[in-house]
């Protein structure tokens, strides 16, 4: 598989490569700075496109969630209280993740950097390969790539937004028509703009659809 590795001891493996068939879609909410502390994690395990399982837990940050960041996510100190703390979750995570290939939007600077902090404490470790979907969007799209814009460019449903299990879930339907998209663009050697996406995204559709039918029937 290949890959290039950016900062091994910050970031772990990088993937560059998109197209392996198991993965787990990876989010995570938090207070915001100054403290970041986490608030809620969602993982979907994913199989050839499909999701398989889903781990959703909140977490106690251990202090008041800022009101912007309730505004935000919908999460409420009511809601977190009396839930375990990150410490305690994290050995629960790391056993649903496993060593699989980890996707996630931005997940690099953001996530993952929050993840591998709180688990240097708990002697927990996440040294997955990583695959930012933030990074390969920007690959080959111009114009604006976070998760929002994507999903509405690609036609992709994502209903209870800020929410971990949810983000996750809309990453995995983005990454699935990125990939799509990707290989349509390869042999072309030129950047999508956004109207260029919008031509094509009935078509990625479709050719999903024909994947869903005929490979992954069971």
């Not at 772990?12 to 068939?21: H, S, V």
């Not at 993740?97 to 002697?123: A, P, T, Y």
């Not at 979907?133 to 790539?145: A, D, E, V, Y």
């Not at 996750?168 to 109207?195: D, I, P, Q």
Request: charged fraction near 25%; proline fraction near 5%; aromatic fraction near 8%.
């Amino acid at each position: 598989m290949d890959r290039c590795t950016h900062d091994l001891r910050q970031n772990g493996p990088i993937l560059t490569n998109p197209y392996f068939d198991t993965y787990v879609c990876l989010d995570i909410e938090t207070t915001s700075r100054p403290a970041n502390r986490i608030i809620e994690v969602g993982a979907v395990l994913v199989v050839r496109g499909r999701p398989q399982k889903i781990y959703t837990r909140l977490v106690d940050p251990g202090l008041r969630i800022p009101p912007p960041i309730v505004r935000l996510t919908g999460i409420t100190d009511q809601m977190v209280s009396g839930r375990r703390n990150i410490f305690q979750i994290l050995p629960e995570l790391k056993k649903f993740i496993g060593d699989r290939i980890l996707v996630g939007h931005d997940l690099i600077q953001n996530d993952m950097k929050n993840l591998r902090s709180v688990g240097e404490r708990c002697g927990v470790e996440f040294d997955n390969p990583v695959f930012d979907t933030l990074m390969f969007s920007r690959s080959f799209i111009n114009g604006t790539c976070g998760l929002s814009h994507l999903t509405e460019l690609l036609g992709v449903p994502w209903e209870v937004r800020h929410r971990a299990a949810s983000d996750a879930e809309a990453t995995r339907e983005v990454f699935e028509k990125l990939k799509v998209l990707h290989c349509l663009m390869k042999e072309e050697k030129y950047s999508l703009n956004e109207g260029e996406i919008h031509k094509v995204a009935q078509n990625v559709q479709r050719y999903l659809g024909i994947l869903d039918k005929f490979q992954y029937a069971t």
